[in-house]
């Protein structure tokens, strides 16, 4: 591809561009994609067309975000209101003012904290930074009681447990979650700058041409890489492998983690 073109303008539309949003959009169920260089900025656009739903739809104050403690979504401004980590935020402050936290797996939380005014609720169905740390399916359920409840969007990023690391294209399908706006970026280049926002009709519907851009988001190169990367995740069994080895591994590891338990306390022990 580098010995062709790399980049036009995104005046012009290339058919790889296509090719991967039809892609994604086939793994995903979500019919419209729009590229960018990264997953900071993939989830920037997220909460941005969150946003733009609702002030399309007559409701410009509904712009509030509940995001998840101990959630990650990048470090510009919008991504990193949503992100939990004071450490990350607070030499940057102020940032949106808009955001509600709740624990993840607190269902009663989660249900106050979303309301009307909620634009969209904030998501990663397995926390990456946060330690590694599983949405339950109690808590999913909660997710999805909100959304019917409320209105509000749902928002699942999924640049780091996205594209094929749990088994499954995505993260949140194993949790049965049903997102208007799913953030990708990381494995998606398989080292290129890559990332895209999967979009539902109904908000790529909200959308004006102009509302949002990006100069390389979505060239040949990055396209080219990502059809590459799309090829070897959806042949050879390499989601069915993950679940194999998953397991394999998951199991593995409880089983040593019970058995050293007694262990790990002594140690702990020793070294206070
Ligand atoms: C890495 C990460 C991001 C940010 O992606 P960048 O490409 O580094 O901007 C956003 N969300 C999650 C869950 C991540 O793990």
Redesign the pocket.
């Given at each position: 591809q580098a010995r062709t073109l790399v980049h036009t303008s995104n005046l012009y539309f290339h058919e790889l561009q296509g090719q991967v949003a039809s892609r994604l959009a086939s793994l995903s169920g979500l019919p419209r994609t729009f590229f960018c260089n990264?997953?900071?900025?993939a989830?920037e656009g997220c909460l941005k067309f969150a946003r733009r739903y609702w002030h399309t739809g007559g409701c410009a104050n509904r712009a509030g975000f509940v995001a998840l403690e101990h959630a990650?979504?990048?470090?510009t401004m919008g991504?990193l209101s949503v992100t939990w980590d004071d450490h990350y935020r607070e030499p940057f402050a102020p940032l949106l003012q808009d955001v509600a936290w709740v624990p993840a797996g607190d269902e009663a939380a989660l249900a106050a904290a979303v309301s009307e005014r909620t634009a969209a609720i904030v998501v990663?169905a397995i926390q990456?930074?946060g330690g590694v740390r599983p949405l339950s399916l109690a808590f999913a359920a909660a997710v999805r009681e909100a959304q019917q409840r409320t209105g509000a969007l749902l928002i699942a990023?999924e640049?780091?447990?996205g594209l094929g690391r749990t088994g499954h294209a995505f993260g949140y399908q194993r949790l049965g979650l049903q997102p208007d706006l799913v953030?990708v970026?990381?494995a998606l280049g398989a080292g290129m700058p890559v990332?895209a926002v999967l979009l539902s009709e109904r908000v790529a519907a909200a959308l004006a041409p102009g509302d949002h851009g990006s100069t390389y988001g979505g060239n040949l190169l990055a396209c080219r890489a990502a059809l590459v990367f799309l090829d070897t995740l959806t042949t050879g069994g390499l989601l069915e492998n993950v679940r194999r080895v998953g397991s394999y591994l998951g199991d593995g590891l409880t089983r040593l983690a019970e058995r050293f338990a007694s262990w790990w306390r002594d140690m702990g022990t020793a070294r206070l």
């Open positions: 990264s997953g900071t900025e989830m990650f979504h990048g470090r991504s990663e990456g930074e990023d640049v780091q447990c953030a970026g990381k990332g």
